[in-house]
C-alpha cells in the first residue's frame, strides 16, 4: 500500500483524546435519555396534556439552535475548557431540575410552573448545544 501522500497518524487515540470522546459519549448519554422520557412522563405521570410534552421538546430544540449564536463569543471570552465545564454543570443541574419537576393541582401556580417547565428546557437544551459545539 503506498502511504506516501496518505497521513498516518500512530498515536491517534491518546489519552486527552479518549477523555474527550468519554465527555462526549457522558453528554449525549445524559441528553438522549432525557429527551424522549420527559413528554413520556409528563404525559403519564404528571398529567399534563400531550401538548405542553411535545412543546418541551420544541423548546428544547429552539435552545440547541440558539445557544449557537454565542457559541464563538464564549470560546474568544473564555478559554474552550472554562466554557465546556460551566456548560456541562449546567446541563446537569437542569436536568437533575427536570427530574424533580413536579406540577401542582391549582391552575395559577400550575401555569407558572408549565412556564417555568419550559424556561427550564429551553436553558437545557442552550447548555447542551453549548457543550457539545465547544466539545
Not at 428544547?60 to 466554557?83: A, D, E
Request: contains cysteine; hydrophobic residues 45%; charged residues 15%.
Amino acid at each position: 500500500m503506498d502511504t506516501q501522500y496518505t497521513p498516518t497518524y500512530n498515536r491517534l487515540w491518546n489519552r486527552e483524546f479518549t477523555l474527550l470522546t468519554i465527555a462526549e459519549l457522558l453528554l449525549c448519554i445524559s441528553c438522549y435519555m432525557t429527551i424522549p422520557l420527559l413528554p413520556f412522563r409528563l404525559t403519564t405521570e404528571e398529567h399534563a396534556s400531550s401538548c405542553l410534552a411535545s412543546f418541551t421538546i420544541v423548546t428544547f430544540i429552539i435552545g440547541v439552535c440558539i445557544s449557537g449564536f454565542f457559541g464563538s463569543w464564549l470560546i474568544q471570552n473564555y478559554r474552550r475548557n472554562k466554557v465546556f465545564l460551566v456548560s456541562a454543570i449546567c446541563l446537569g443541574a437542569t436536568i437533575l431540575g427536570l427530574s424533580a419537576f413536579e406540577f401542582q393541582e391549582q391552575p395559577i401556580v400550575r401555569e407558572i410552573e408549565e412556564y417555568t417547565l419550559l424556561a427550564i428546557c429551553f436553558a437545557s437544551g442552550a447548555v447542551f448545544g453549548t457543550a457539545k459545539r465547544v466539545l
